[in-house]
C-alpha cells in the first residue's frame, strides 16, 4: 500500500494549498536533521509528501489512483489503470486544462473583501519558471520509447536548507507581526459594512515565529543554481516536433513555491531504410524483372528485425505490401501501425551474352519488334 501523505503531513485530505505547505513547514522545522531531535529519514518523507501535495496535478493523480503516475511508471512502466496514458505528456501543451485551482478561489475572495491575501503570499513563495528544451532521438529511441538522462544547468531546490530558506538549526524569534500568534486580525470596510477577520499572519505563515538566520548557502531564497541530471521516460511512437511535458521539472521556485515545468520538444533523426508517417513505415524493396515475371521470396527489413515476404508472380513494379501491425506502437494506447514495401522491379540495363539471347528469345515469341 502507498504511503498516506496526508497522514505524514498531518493534514485533511481536504486541506488546502495553503495549510498543506504550513504542515510541511512546521514538518521540516521539527524533522531536520540539523536539528536536535531531527530525523532525516521522516524529513525526507515529509518532503516527498509536500512535494506531491502541493503539485496540483501529482496531487490529483494521488488522490485518485493512490499514487503519481511518475511513481507508477518507476514500478512497472504503465501508468494507473493499465494504459501508458502518462500524465504528463502533451503534445504541444493544452491539454493539462480540468484541474480546478482552488488558489483562485481564494483570490476571487480576496478581492471581493479587499483582504488580496492569496496574492500577496503568492508573491512571496515565487512560483519556477519553466524551461524549454530540446531533446534529440534516435528513429528507433522514438518508435520503441527510452528511458533518457539530460542535464540542465537550472534552479534547483537548495540542498542545505531544503528549500525553506532558513539556516537549518538556527535560533528561532517570535514573529514581529503576529507576536507569535500566528494570526492577525483585519478590519476592513466593504459592502456589507466593516468586517473582521482572522487570516493567517502573511509574515510567518502561521508558524509564530521566524528563522533569526537565512540560509547561507541560497541567501534565503531556498534555492541554488547547479547541474542537474533528469531521467526523462520517453514513451514509445512519439514523434518528431511533439512535446513532452514534465511536471515539476522546471526551475524550483523561490521557498518551496511551485516549481516550473520542463517542456522537451522531440528531435527525431531519419533512418536511412525507414520513412515514417504518423503510426506507418514506409520502404522499398527492388527484384529482378525476371523474379517479379515468376514470383520469389524477398526478406524486408522491419522495426522488428527481417521477415520473409513472399513476391506472387507477375507482380507489376509499384505494387504495395502492407505488413499489419509491423510499425510504429501508437502513443497512449494500444497496437500499431503497419509497414508498407512498395515493390520496384528493376529492368536491367547492361545484358551480353547469354542473358540478352534469352531475353531476344523470349521477345520473339510474344511478336515484339526489338531495336537493334
Ligand atoms: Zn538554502
Ligand atoms: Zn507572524
Known amino acids: 500500500m502507498a504511503k498516506d501523505y496526508y497522514d505524514i503531513l498531518g493534514v485533511s485530505r481536504s486541506a488546502s494549498e495553503d495549510e498543506i505547505k504550513r504542515a510541511f513547514r512546521k514538518k521540516a522545522h521539527e524533522l531536520h536533521p540539523d536539528k536536535a531531535h531531527g530525523d532525516e529519514a521522516k524529513f525526507k ?5 509536500y512535494q506531491v501535495l502541493s503539485n496540483k496535478e501529482k496531487k490529483g493523480q494521488y488522490d485518485q489512483f493512490g499514487q503519481t503516475f511518475d511513481q507508477a511508471r518507476r514500478q512497472g512502466g504503465a501508468g494507473p489503470g493499465g494504459f501508458g496514458g502518462f500524465g504528463d505528456f502533451s503534445q504541444g ?36 519558471r519553466d524551461i524549454q528544451a530540446d531533446l534529440n532521438l534516435s528513429f528507433r529511441e522514438a518508435v520503441f520509447g527510452i528511458e533518457k538522462e539530460i542535464n540542465l544547468y537550472k534552479q534547483a531546490v537548495c540542498e542545505h536548507c531544503y528549500g525553506l530558506g532558513n539556516e537549518p538549526g ?19 470596510n466593504s459592502f456589507f459594512g466593516q468586517i473582521a477577520q482572522t487570516t493567517v499572519c502573511p509574515t510567518c505563515e502561521g508558524q509564530g515565529t521566524i528563522s533569526a ?23 514509445a511512437g512519439i514523434d518528431d516536433g511533439e512535446t ?27 533512418d536511412s531504410r525507414f520513412v515514417r508517417k504518423g503510426a506507418d513505415i514506409f520502404s522499398e524493396v527492388n ?3 525476371p523474379a517479379a515475371a515468376l514470383g520469389t521470396k524477398v526478406e524486408i527489413e ?19 505490401f ?28 547492361r545484358i551480353h551474352g547469354k542473358k540478352k539471347k534469352l531475353l531476344e528469345e523470349l521477345a520473339e515469341l510474344d511478336g515484339e519488334n526489338i531495336e537493334e
Open 45 to 49: 518523507e515529509a518532503n516527498e509528501a
Open 302 to 320: 522491419t522495426l522488428d528485425g527481417s521477415v520473409s515476404m513472399k513476391i506472387q508472380a507477375g507482380t507489376q513494379s509499384g505494387k504495395i
Open 213 to 235: 538566520q537565512k540560509c547561507r548557502v541560497c541567501s534565503g531564497t531556498g534555492r541554488t543554481r547547479k547541474d542537474q541530471t533528469i531521467k526523462v521516460s520517453v514513451p
Open 93 to 128: 501543451g493544452g491539454f493539462q486544462q480540468g484541474n480546478v485551482d482552488f488558489g483562485d478561489l481564494g483570490d476571487i475572495f480576496g478581492d471581493i473583501f479587499g483582504f488580496g491575501s492569496g496574492r500577496s503570499k503568492r508573491s512571496r513563495a515565487k512560483s519556477g
Open 244 to 270: 513532452l511535458r514534465l511536471s515539476g521539472q522546471g526551475e524550483a521556485g523561490e521557498k518551496s513555491g511551485h516549481a516550473g515545468d520542463l517542456y522537451l520538444r522531440i528531435r527525431v533523426q531519419s
Open 170 to 188: 538556527a535560533k528561532n524569534e517570535t514573529c514581529p507581526t503576529c507576536k507569535g500568534k500566528g494570526q492577525v486580525r483585519q478590519v476592513v
Open 287 to 289: 527484384i529482378s524483372f
Open 322 to 349: 502492407r505488413l499489419n501491425d509491423k510499425g510504429v506502437p501508437f502513443l497512449r494506447k494500444r497496437g500499431r501501425g503497419d509497414h508498407l514495401i512498395t515493390v520496384n522491379v528493376i529492368t536491367p540495363t
